[in-house]
């Protein structure tokens, strides 16, 4: 079946250091969407990348969708404790009314 | 708006138990979707509806069961709880008529099956 996977697992850095997920799919997406979730928290919807090669930013946040539409990246520049949390990336399980979600990666931020 | 609302938080189970995980969302969402999360894992879908009276299984749907009688509700059964389903359990929404909006996810409920 289709697989979403992520790198890497976790990863710790110091707080104003950069961070980058990348996020592999074993299929061609039609899209893929990325989620944050708190620790302890549920998750929650940050953007979707539709068009092969996008790149979309929130502030800090950097999202891109790749060439072949198989895999996608988020960047977060100048890391801040808020940033603390697991990030999901996401696509459709075949039909588009179901996503899978990717392993995800944890941030830690050290202050 | 409530968003989606998720009940109860927390429940511990006895092997054998059964129980129902609530769920209603007051968006008017055609989609529905519940979810497992186990502890340092990702998400892995379990059910999902289209609409009221459809629902189709997903990832791992073994051992749960769904309906959708309106819009608003989507419970997820357990019959016969085992330790494996020891686990977070998301709800999520999203509207009819485009593939392009996220997720809506409730807060979750926290089930451990002892």
């Known amino acids: 079946g289709q697989q979403v996977m992520q790198i890497p697992q976790y990863q710790h850095v110091q707080e104003g250091e950069d961070f980058t997920t990348y996020c592999n799919s074993s299929t061609t997406l039609s899209n893929i969407q990325w989620y944050k979730q708190r620790p302890g928290g549920h998750p929650v919807f940050l953007i979707q990348?539709?068009?092969?090669?996008e790149v979309k930013k929130q502030k800090r946040l950097t999202f891109q969708f790749g060439e072949a539409k198989k895999n996608s990246s988020l960047h977060i520049t100048a890391t801040q404790t808020t940033d603390v949390g697991t990030y999901f990336c996401a696509g459709p399980g075949g039909a588009t009314n179901k996503l899978i979600f990717g392993t995800g990666t944890l941030l830690a931020v050290q202050p | 708006n409530a968003g989606v609302t998720q009940t109860p938080k927390f429940r511990i189970l006895k092997i054998g138990q059964s129980m129902t995980l609530q769920c209603a969302q007051d968006?008017?969402?055609?989609?529905m979707y519940w979810y497992r999360q186990d502890p340092g894992m990702g998400l892995k879908l379990i059910y999902y509806?289209?609409?009221?009276?459809?629902?189709d299984k997903g990832e791992v749907p073994n051992g749960y069961n769904v309906s959708r009688s309106t819009t608003e509700d989507f419970p997820l059964r357990l019959e016969l709880a085992a330790p494996s389903q020891t686990s977070v359990y998301f709800c999520a929404s999203r509207p009819l008529g485009t593939a392009l909006d996220g997720y809506t996810f409730g807060s979750g409920t926290r089930l451990t099956v002892v």
């Open positions: 968006m008017n969402h055609n989609y």
């Open positions: 509806s289209v609409g009221a009276g459809i629902t």
């Open positions: 990348l539709v068009k092969s090669g």
